[in-house]
């Protein structure tokens, strides 16, 4: 079945430093991939994403593109800030017959950015 | 964009009772998604509620311990039976917006004592 694995955290950065948290999926045929994005005590929030191979997803300063050869899908950020302090989660959605729709979530990977 | 919302937004419950989640939805959709996220987990997809049919549940989770209902395009309720402390958890329904994308509601933190 579909999977995703993605880097475990907690990942600590000061603020302006370069981020990256690798994603990497499983799935048959060609699924759409995202991130989101949970702040302490919200809900999960879609923060991009990427339909096809190539496609490049980008959000707030945050980029991910879709590489079909390593199957991943890792997420950048040029220069973090404090607000960023959240838990990231990968995801892939995947069509089924009749349209339904299953998104697979990764663990999550929790970013701590101090000042 | 969806608007979802979901009441309560967070709960304190005694194991052996049962607590039932509602999930409204600004606009009509056909499907609704149930998910739960464990303390430090990602998220499970228990079930996906259709207007009109019995829910679809996934594979560890049962009707009798997770009994779904969708009684129109805009609402469905989940219902924890019979708590125990490994059901505390955050609870989320959600929505299929476009060809691939979910929106999420704010969910429901359970706390089961």
């Known amino acids: 079945g579909d999977s995703v694995t993605q880097m475990e955290g907690p990942v600590t950065l000061s603020e302006e430093a370069f981020l990256t948290i690798n994603c990497t999926y499983t799935a048959t045929g060609y699924p759409s991939l995202f991130w989101y994005v949970q702040y302490p005590g919200e809900g999960l929030q879609l923060l991009l994403k990427a339909t096809k191979a190539d496609d490049k997803g980008s959000n707030k300063g945050f980029e991910a593109t879709y590489r079909k050869e390593t199957t991943s899908f890792h997420l950048e950020k040029g220069s973090v800030q404090v607000s960023d302090s959240a838990v990231y989660f990968c995801?892939?959605?995947?069509?089924?017959?009749?349209?339904?729709?299953?998104?697979?979530f990764g663990t999550g990977t929790k970013l701590q950015v101090i000042p | 964009s969806a608007v979802i919302s979901q009441k309560p937004s967070r709960d304190i419950c005694q194991r052996g009772t049962s607590l039932t989640i509602q999930c409204q939805v600004d606009s009509q959709v056909t499907m609704m998604f149930w998910y739960r996220q464990q303390p430090g987990q990602s998220l499970t997809l228990i079930a996906t509620?259709?207007?009109?049919?019995?829910?679809?549940?996934e594979s560890g989770f049962v009707i009798d311990k997770f009994p779904i209902s969708r009684p129109n395009l805009t609402f469905s309720t989940l219902t924890v039976s019979n708590m125990s402390p490994e059901d505390s958890s955050i609870y989320l329904c959600s929505v299929p917006y476009g060809e691939e994308t979910q929106y999420f509601g704010p969910g429901t933190r359970l706390l089961v004592l």
């Open positions: 509620a259709n207007q009109g049919s019995e829910a679809t549940y």
């Open positions: 995801a892939l959605s995947s069509r089924f017959s009749g349209g339904y729709q299953k998104v697979t």
